[in-house]
T-cell receptor
């Protein structure tokens, strides 16, 4: 089992719709979680950190489910500009290295 | 407001050639990282430097060396390039080496080894 797994997609979603995708992780002791966004042929950029209580930033909501070992990202009222690959990132507790998922590709269609 | 700057942006090498990828950050971050990104895979850590004067191996260090020249600069060297090293290379930095700190990335170096 990979340490961090994501559905590669692509998710094809009409503009204005709500879309959600999950990321599962294997190390139950993981402490820190992030969602990054990566546009085609660009560098990853931090979208949001994921806190135990869940957090929201505008149209984006991130949740952590420790019991089932997954994090989720919900995007409401999707925009064309949300088209990108979303990378799930997890920190195992024993070192200073982040573990990156391969990403979920999202395509928002007009 | 440069952030993390990588040079070069593109490079084509022949097998066996050597080269150095340069990275500099102007955010006064203590920690710096080198990753490679291959299709269908997550970013994989090659080397990192938790603070000036220290470097450590990541997940895929074979075939690479690094130098933390000063607080700002962290270079990655391929001594004898191999086709398996064809990839996109990203440099990143963070305030500290603790993994709860977000990382900031340069815009990448696309490297092809023929």
């Amino acid at each position: 089992r990979k340490e961090v797994e994501q559905d590669p997609g692509p998710f094809n979603v009409p503009e204005g719709a709500t879309v959600a995708f999950n990321c599962t992780y294997s190390n139950s002791a993981s402490q820190s979680f992030f969602w990054y966004r990566q546009d085609c042929r660009k560098e990853p950029k931090l979208l949001m950190s994921v806190y135990s209580s869940g957090n929201e930033d505008g149209r984006f909501t991130a949740q952590l489910n420790r019991a089932s070992q997954y994090i989720s990202l919900l995007i409401r009222d999707s925009k064309l500009s949300d088209s990108a690959t979303y990378l799930c990132v997890v920190n195992p507790p024993s070192n200073y290295q982040l573990i990156w998922g391969a990403g979920t590709k999202l395509i928002i269609k007009p | 407001n440069a952030g993390v700057t990588q040079t070069p942006k593109f490079q084509v090498l022949k097998t066996g050639q050597s080269m150095t990828l340069q990275c500099a950050q102007d955010m006064n971050h203590n920690s710096m990282y080198w990753y490679r990104q291959d299709p269908g895979m997550g970013l994989r850590l090659i080397y990192y430097s938790a603070s000036e004067g220290t470097t450590d191996k990541g997940e895929v260090p074979n075939g690479y060396n690094v130098s933390r020249l000063n607080k700002r600069e962290f270079s990655l060297r391929l001594e004898s390039a191999a086709p398996s090293q064809t990839s996109v290379y990203f440099c990143a930095s963070s305030v500290t080496g603790y993994s709860n700190q977000p990382q900031h990335f340069g815009d990448g170096t696309r490297l092809s080894i023929l």
